[in-house]
C-alpha cells in the first residue's frame, strides 16, 4: 500500500471558476472529470406561485444533480450538487432553487453555452456536436437561447472593450441557416460572447455591434473578421476608431477557393476524369516516375522465378 502511494503522481490543476463558485471534492470517471461545487444560497425566497417573499428554508434531495462544464485537460468535465428546494410557507408551492452558473431546465453550465458558440465559429451543428459527444438538438438548443438572451440583455455599459470578433455560424450543414456572433477578444486567453443575432448580413452585424455603448464603440481599437463586406461595413459604420483585421484563416481559405476555382476553369474537361494519354512535355523527374534499368523486364515477358 505504502510502496503504491509513494509511486501515486499528484496533478495540480487550475480551474477558473464563477464568482462566488468554489471546488468541495474532485472525482474521476474513466476519461472525465467530476467537480463537486457549493455556492452561497440566498436568505430569502420568493415564491413563484403566491409571490410572497419570505425567510428561506431549504431542503436538500438525496440525490445529485450533474451538469456539463468546460472540458479539462481535452476531456469533459461535469459539475455535481445536490439540488435544493424551498417549500412556500403560504401556499405550500415547493420551487428548485436555481444555481447561479446555469439556466433552468438545462444539464450544462452558462460557460459551456459560450464555449459551444465558439466551436461554431467556422463549422455548424453536427460537427461540434460530434466533437463534445452532445446532441445537435442540444447545440441548436444552446444557440437559441443565446438569441433569447441577446435581445433581452444587454452589455455591462462599464465593460472596457478593446478587440472585438464578429464572424458567422453556420447551423445546419447544407443549409442557409446563419448567425451573427460578437465576441470579446480583449482578453485573448478568455473571449466572452456578447452578442448573436440572427443571419450573417449587414443588418444582423449592426444589431450586435449595437449591443455596445457609444463609448464602447468608440474605445474598441481592432475588430476581426473574415473577408465578407457586409461586416466591414457595419463595423467601418459603428467601430470608428477600429482597425481591421482579417484571421490568417480566412486569407488561406479564400486563396485556396481562387486557385481552386482558376484550375476549374483552365482544366474543366478532365475534373473527374483520368487522363489516358502520354504526359508531354513533362520530365520523368517531375512526376516520380524512375528511369527504367537494365535488369527489369517490360509487362507480360516475365518468366517464372525471374525478378520483374
Known sequence: MLAKEALMA??????????EVSITAYHRFGKGHG?????????QCRCDRCHREQKAHWEFKDTVQVVRDLDILGEPSFWIYRPAYQRCDYCHH????????????????????QQVLRLLIGSNEEEVARRLGISAEMVDLIVRHQLADTKAKEVDPWRLITDVGIDELSL???????CTILTDLSNPAQPEVLAVAEGRD???????????????RRGV???????????????????PAAKAVVDRFHVAKKFNEVIDGQRKKNHAGVQGE?????????????????????????GGQAEVGRVV
Open 10 to 19: 499528484q496533478l495540480t490543476i487550475e480551474v477558473d471558476l464563477p464568482p
Open 172 to 178: 445546419k450543414k447544407r443549409h442557409k441557416l446563419f
Open 94 to 113: 415547493r420551487q428548485h432553487l436555481i444555481p447561479p452558473f446555469k439556466r433552468k431546465d438545462t444539464s450544462y453550465t452558462y460557460r459551456f453555452e
Open 274 to 298: 483520368t487522363d489516358q494519354g502520354r504526359a508531354e512535355r513533362i520530365p520523368r523527374a517531375d512526376v516520380g516516375v524512375p528511369q527504367g534499368s537494365p535488369g527489369t523486364i517490360g
Open 35 to 43: 467537480v463537486e461545487v457549493s455556492w452561497p444560497f440566498p436568505t
Open 221 to 239: 481599437q481592432v475588430y476581426r473578421a473574415d473577408m465578407a463586406q457586409a461586416y466591414h461595413n457595419a463595423c467601418r459604420a459603428l467601430l
Open 202 to 216: 449587414e443588418g444582423a452585424a449592426r444589431k450586435c455591434l449595437e449591443k455596445l455603448g457609444e463609448t464602447q
